[in-house]
Nanobody, 120 residues
């Protein structure tokens, strides 16, 4: 069992930056691929970025060159650095974990979500 707690959301103007953090409880953090998802009002939840234990990454096209996912295995924490934010990045962002080998999911464990709002 893994429990995930996100932090770092908030409101920012377009072009600004935010960093999200997600800390996992339990052991064997390195066994999990960690992902960041987002869900905007009226839209389906989408995978934004994912990272495996040794740093291999997946990033959806809309955030490439703007968002960076990283993890600190010693601290059981995964980060999402978001730069050059756009209004279309506004969403609830969720941290998730999967013990499977596929970064595209499915994911078994979810955080509570943190709101990111980008104003124009």
């Amino acid at each position: 069992q893994v429990q995930l707690v996100e932090s770092g959301g908030g409101s920012v103007q377009a072009g600004g930056s935010l960093r999200l953090s997600c800390t996992a409880s339990g052991r064997a953090f390195t066994r999990y691929i960690m992902g960041w998802f987002r869900q905007a009002p009226g839209k389906e939840r989408e995978l934004v970025s994912a990272i495996n234990w040794y740093g291999g990454q997946y990033n959806t096209d809309s955030v490439k060159d703007r968002f960076t996912i990283s993890r600190d295995n010693a601290a059981n924490t995964v980060y999402l650095q978001m730069n050059s934010l756009k209004p279309e990045d506004t969403a609830v962002y969720y941290c998730a974990a999967t013990p499977r080998a596929n970064a595209l999911g499915p994911y078994d464990y979810w955080g509570q979500g943190t709101q990111v709002t980008v104003s124009s």
